[in-house]
Structures are given as structure tokens and as C-alpha cells.
């Protein structure tokens, strides 16, 4: 795979973090950073948790909330 430059301004604090980390896992900051990029793609930026996935369609669609909510407090302040 063909690669490319990038050139990051970034607080000198998270640079020295970032080369930390990568040192203590024996990468460089480009892997460092190549790793995150990959991770990205695999995630997706909508990726849901499975648990909150399992959750979908518990409420139907055709439910009114609102009429069912006033119903509900005319009920309760009888």
C-alpha cells in the first residue's frame, strides 16, 4: 500500500504522550497512529453496542407517547 505524509500540530504534552506510548509498546508514532486510523474503519463511525442493539423495537413505531402520557395523568388525578 502506497503511503502518504502527514503533518500534525498537536500540544507538545500529547506528542510526548503519544511517543511514550508508542515506545513502551515498541511502535513508532506513525505506527501508532496508522493502528488508530485501521481501527476506525474496522469500528465505523455508527457502530452500536450490541446490548443497546437488542433494545431496538421494544416501543412500537405507531405509539403515541404524548396522547398516552395525558391519558395516563387524567387516570392518575382522577
Not at 506528542?15 to 513502551?24: C, D, H, I
Not at 450490541?50 to 412500537?60: D, H, I
Request: hydrophobic share 45%; net charge negative; glycine share 6%.
Amino acid at each position: 500500500m502506497p503511503s502518504a505524509t502527514l503533518n500534525l500540530s498537536l500540544p507538545a504534552e500529547e506528542v510526548a504522550s503519544l511517543q511514550t506510548f508508542a515506545n513502551e509498546h515498541g511502535l513508532t508514532v506513525a505506527e501508532l497512529v496508522g493502528r488508530f486510523a485501521k481501527g476506525l474503519k474496522i469500528v465505523g463511525p455508527a457502530s452500536i453496542h450490541p446490548e443497546v442493539l437488542a433494545l431496538t423495537g421494544l416501543v412500537p413505531e405507531d405509539w403515541d407517547v404524548e396522547a398516552d402520557h395525558r391519558r395516563h395523568l387524567l387516570d392518575k388525578h382522577r
